[in-house]
């Protein structure tokens, strides 16, 4: 019984990101509810002409269009603040994380190595993926993404504190 009131309330409601309601985006005016006694102003009433009405609901459906794409950039460009880019190219020497899904032998509990290396990259599948040398008793793709991924750096190489994790213990 209340349903219907909540729909109409929810419709009505203004969105944050758009800054305009279901209702305008889709029929150009918010319709009036009891609220509404004043009439409204000529400008707002739709318009008698089918050409210019479509018009309109074009012109606000790409307001709402380029306001939501500001704010997912918005929201893209904080989320990915503190990411870095991992690069590598054939040949280069990397360590592979060892996931409990993809390596369930070789991550029997949480005392074993959390990586094994190193391996050499055979080829650059594109940004996020790449083709890794493994022996053939692994049993599972060569292929890994680049967050299972951490540059084999050796003892002359300066490192980070989470390679540092990966070149103690992994082996």
Not at 154 to 171: A, L
Request: hydrophobic letters at 35%; charged letters at 30%.
């Amino acid at each position: 019984m209340l349903l219907p009131h909540a729909e109409f309330a929810y419709n009505k409601a203004p969105s944050k990101v758009t800054s305009l309601s279901p209702f305008k985006v889709i029929y150009r005016l918010d319709p009036l509810s009891q609220l509404d006694l004043t009439p409204r102003p000529l400008d707002q009433k739709p318009s008698a002409h089918a050409a210019a009405r479509v018009e309109e609901i074009k012109k606000i459906h790409k307001l709402v269009r380029s306001r939501i794409e500001k704010t997912n950039a918005s929201y893209q460009a904080q989320a990915n603040k503190h990411k870095k880019k991992k690069v590598f190219q054939p040949g280069d020497l990397m360590w592979i994380y060892l996931r409990k899904e993809s390596f369930l032998s070789k991550r029997k509990n949480k005392l074993m190595p959390r990586a094994k290396g190193p391996f050499e990259v055979l080829e650059k599948i594109n940004d996020d993926a790449y083709k890794v040398d493994l022996p053939g008793d692994c049993g599972v793709s060569t292929t890994f993404n680049v967050v299972n991924l951490s540059p084999y750096l050796t003892n002359d190489q300066p490192c980070r504190f989470e390679d540092q994790i990966f070149s103690t213990r992994g082996g």
